[in-house]
């Protein structure tokens, strides 16, 4: 980190399910100040994985359909990605679609091999942000897709995470924007 304000690092995950005990199958982070992106497939943390996965979630992000298994990791390079993912979110904020969801299976993954990640605590969501920027309800609810429609954000490959991470990152970039010119 280059200076005293923290940098917001967009973080999306793909996942073989909802709970943390599921795998994480995808991960793409991006620097909104440096731009900077990592992207990996981590290698399954869990042997029977693709048993215990959920078809859902599977069928969301289309992992069979894009061949993600392809640029699956190894054990020793997840671990080194990890790391890198770790030192890229030191002293900085975790930002997304859904943040808490990506923080926890990010945190689980992060444990499991042993990779120190000294995040700041907060979490920034897209859609609270939005609604301050766009003046609307925060407590209707409201989807990414509907943020990215409104700010005319195309997201080039839906659930899918560099897809994810890159739109929500556009929109994050684009309310700064808004924000600013109001000032």
């Known amino acids: 980190m280059t200076s005293t304000v923290p940098h917001l690092i967009v973080v999306d995950v793909e996942t073989s399910g909802l709970d943390p005990q599921h795998d994480v199958l995808e991960v793409a982070a991006i620097d909104l100040t440096t731009r900077q992106e990592l992207y990996f497939v981590p ?20 992992y069979f359909e894009r061949g993600v298994y392809a640029h699956e990791l190894d054990f020793e390079s ?4 990890w790391k890198a993912l770790g030192e ?18 990010v945190d689980a993954a992060m444990k499991f091999h042993d990779v120190e990640c000294r995040r700041r605590y907060q979490l920034r969501d897209l859609a609270t942000y939005a609604a301050g920027v766009l003046g609307t309800d925060p407590a209707e609810p409201t989807s990414s897709s509907e943020i990215f429609t409104a700010l005319e954000v195309e997201n080039q490959d839906a659930h899918s995470a560099l897809g994810d991470a890159r739109a929500t990152a556009q929109a994050f ?5 808004i924000s600013l010119e109001r000032k």
């Open 43 to 62: 290698k399954p943390i869990n042997v029977g994985w693709l048993q215990d996965a959920h078809p859902g979630a599977l069928k969301v992000n289309r």
């Open 88 to 105: 890229m979110l030191d002293g900085n904020i975790l930002a997304g679609a859904n943040p808490e969801f990506d923080a926890r299976f």
């Open 78 to 81: 997840t671990r080194k990605r």
């Open 173 to 177: 970039n684009d309310l700064r924007a």
